[in-house]
Nanobody, 124 residues
């Protein structure tokens, strides 16, 4: 089992920045690919970013490329999502997820463990 706890969400004006953190506990964190997803009211959960456990390669949704950066610190069992140049359409609940494979995936169903989510609200 892996337990995930997100933090760092909040209210920010458009153009601002936030850094989300996801602290993991349980089984070996470094063996899991990690992802961030988000879900806005009335919409399906969508992929935001992911990072693998081997070479730390990353992938991003087109909507956040160049603005968001995912990173991980295996020594601290933590994955981060640095969000810059935030837009009102980035408003959503952001979820951290862990996948018990080396490779990353954009599909929520490929992830085995989920955090409880943290709200990000971007005002215009």
């Amino acid at each position: 089992q892996v337990q995930l706890v997100e933090s760092g969400g909040g209210l920010v004006q458009a153009g601002g920045s936030l850094r989300l953190s996801c602290a993991a506990s349980g089984r070996t964190f470094s063996s899991y690919a990690m992802g961030w997803f988000r879900q806005a009211p009335g919409k399906e959960r969508e992929f935001v970013a992911a990072i693998n456990w081997g070479d730390f390669s990353t992938d991003y949704a087109d909507s956040v490329k160049g603005r968001f950066t995912i990173s991980r610190d295996n020594a601290k069992n933590t994955v981060y999502l640095q969000m810059n140049s935030l837009k009102p359409e980035d408003t959503a609940v952001y979820y951290c997820a862990a996948r018990a494979f080396r490779s990353i995936s954009k599909h929520p169903t490929d992830y085995n463990y989920w955090g409880q989510g943290t709200q990000v609200t971007v005002s215009s």
